[in-house]
């Protein structure tokens, strides 16, 4: 089962940037991320959504391929399979985007936009729907981050400790004597 995080930040770009580690970690295998979403609030307000998953260009990718694919078939009969590839493309292509565009994908876009318009101005929140994470070694990657625990689906005990990291001070290196 995914456990969902809502994490608030002081600026605008720290959203971004406590993603972009997430991604590098699953990349060595230490978290598995279902969907991520980051919210920004600009100086007037506005909240702009970067959802991490785009189901537009997904959509339009597997359907340009597939229309292609049956456009050649197709075009087979009539002998003349390149226009059956072009046309069948294109119209796969169509389709495959306006179905992503509609599809929802992971978090919940209405759940997003509440909590999203609660934020402050010039802030931003990162939402997570984890799979599976090895808590001990990404907690030790954002202790003292300073992000605020907005909302979240862990146990009380995996709550506490997640707000223990995110407020801990950073440690500093001490020069070698």
Sequence with gaps: MSEFVVLGFDTADRA????????????????DLEDAVIAVRDAQGKVRLKQ??????????????????????????FLNPLAGMVVGGAVGAGSGALAGSMTDYGIDDDLIQKLADTIPINSSALFLLIRKVQPEKVLAEFKGEHATLLRTSLSPEQEARLRTALSAAPAVATPAA
């Design 16 to 31: 971004d940037a406590v993603l972009n580690r997430l991604v590098q970690l699953e990349k060595e295998y230490l978290v």
């Design 52 to 77: 991490s998953v785009n189901l537009t260009a997904a959509g339009a990718a597997s359907g340009g391929l597939s229309g292609a694919i049956w456009g050649s078939l197709v075009g087979l009969l």
